[in-house]
């Protein structure tokens, strides 16, 4: 994502509005989601990049090194079928799988809980686990980043546990 001033965008014909074009048709933006800053919506989403890079433990696990967007294929064996995962981020070692979500409520522990309950985040977080050993033998850990939708934006870091993601597995079975 490259979140972008809005007095860029509106810069045609200008030095800025050329080093844009120059920027938009870099083929290493290739792919990259360009947001507006100016718009209402591109407003928010700043908000949420903002809190996320103000909270610690957020910042340590999305700058480790690891990959993002991680696409998986594998073989399930089991059920004689080809499965595939797209991870937001999985760490070298493959040791950790990051995921980022939204929420709409205050985002603190409890609620984490029962947004992971509500959406079916432990089936997400078992069908992940299941890639990553499937692919690297690992049984990596794996932990939510939210972000609250709401003011003051809060975020909280939150590891499933295993028998979280248990009732996640035997749900995908």
Known sequence: VVIIPDYVLSA?????????????NSAANEGKTLVNAGTKDGAEFLR?????QAHPAAVDLLEADG?????????????GVDRKARLDM?????????????????????ECANEVAKWGYHRQAAFYQDAVTA????????????????????????ELSEDFIAIGREENH
């Open 48 to 52: 949420w990049v903002r809190a996320v």
């Open 135 to 158: 692919l690297h033998g690992t049984s990596p850990i794996f932990i939510f980043i939210f972000v609250s939708k709401i003011p003051p934006y809060r975020v909280e870091t939150f």
């Open 90 to 110: 999985l760490h070298y070692g493959a040791e950790v799988i990051v995921d980022l979500k939204t929420s709409r409520t205050a985002a603190t522990p409890r």
């Open 12 to 24: 045609s014909g200008s030095k800025a509005g050329d080093k844009w074009k120059e920027f938009e």
């Open 67 to 79: 990959s993002f967007q991680e696409t998986i294929v594998w073989r399930d064996e089991e059920h």
